[in-house]
């Protein structure tokens, strides 16, 4: 059984490449993030991805079918019936959701609403779904005048608060997004609540703010961080990794505020460094950026950065270790609506021992990648595993 000493999984947040079998009960049939954004685009520029094996997976203009590939590619379908952050997160890492966390179209029920202004001692604005952006120009200049909270949601199970950081501390917003996790948990379960920090004194002037922090439940059970950080591995998460899963199973937190300049940068520090275990980073710039604000122009100037910079990413590599580039969900810019789809997601993985032109074919779940590493890292065989296609 082939063991090694580190593996690296970076989550191109939202990247999907074509929608599920079941999409049609999420109202997703057609959406292909990456196929996508190609023909509207009229290609993506992504040659380091292309040799890995991204169009084998799906139709890419710019990206051809390649047999040669330089490592070994597949796509996974999502077993959990979710298409959000936390729900995607977690299958990777090996647990899957048993059931599906609700989402809130109408908004939150009185009585958490009610218990929020009790505990918090301010009242509330909003509670619709409503865009990020948006949200703050609409009632940014009522919270300036009354110091209320803006509560809102999105078409995943979150509950998000915006707050003006000039007129309401950090701390007091970071203590009610806590106060909020207790009560959705009690009353209206979400994945996460989100403090959404911005700044500014009129609509069209609001900005938000690199300060947004993510309170989210505790998975039922353990994954597979859990499982390496028992082992005495180290399990070091970038980006919003860490807020993903409550803390739990981590062992060095490194947040960031975009992808280049920050969550890229400190991967490739961190591959660098001596560490044993795993390095799991999300970049959530392309979901929250460009997927949910409908900008596919944006989203595919992000994927080209990515992988621009996927050559340095390989090269600080060690010997035996491996690197798996992969999704969460979708968020097709081309597609309707503001909401995540219901996409496979790429396993594409690479590794200086890694065989080449190995085809993964399509996975059942995304905890295929987990049972992998728990194989490669802890020795454990565990179905699904695609380790010994690996080498």
Known sequence: M?????????????AGVGYLPDAAEFGDIGANTF????????????????KMGIGNLTEIVGAGKIKNTIGAYGKAAEKAKGKDTTTGHW???GVIGDKP?????????????????????RKILCNKPYSGTAVIDEYGEEQLKTGAWIVYTSADPVLQIAANEEIIPLDELYKACEIALEICMEKSPVARVIARPYVGKAK??????????????????ATLLDKLKSAGKDVVAIGKISDIFAGEGITDTRGTNQNDKDGILKTITALKEDSKGLIFTN???????????RDPQGYKEAIEQFDRYLPEIMENL???EILIVTADHGCDPTYQGTDHTR???????????????VDLGIRESFGDIAATLEELLLGKSIEGSFAKELY
């Open 2 to 14: 082939k063991k090694i000493e580190r593996a690296t999984i970076i989550v191109l947040d939202s």
């Open 35 to 50: 196929g996508n954004i190609s023909k509207k685009c009229g290609g993506l520029n992504i040659p380091n991805m292309e």
């Open 91 to 93: 299958e990777i890492a």
């Open 101 to 121: 966390f609700p989402t809130y179209p109408d908004g939150f029920p009185k009585e958490v609403l009610k218990e929020l202004e009790e505990r918090t001692g």
């Open 204 to 221: 069209r002037e609001f900005e938000r703010t690199s300060n947004r922090h993510d309170y989210s439940v505790k998975p039922p059970r």
């Open 283 to 293: 970049l959530v710039d392309f979901d929250m950026k460009f997927g949910h604000r």
């Open 318 to 320: 060690k010997d035996d």
């Open 343 to 357: 996409e496979y997601i790429p396993i594409l993985v690479y590794g200086k021992e890694v065989k080449g032109g």
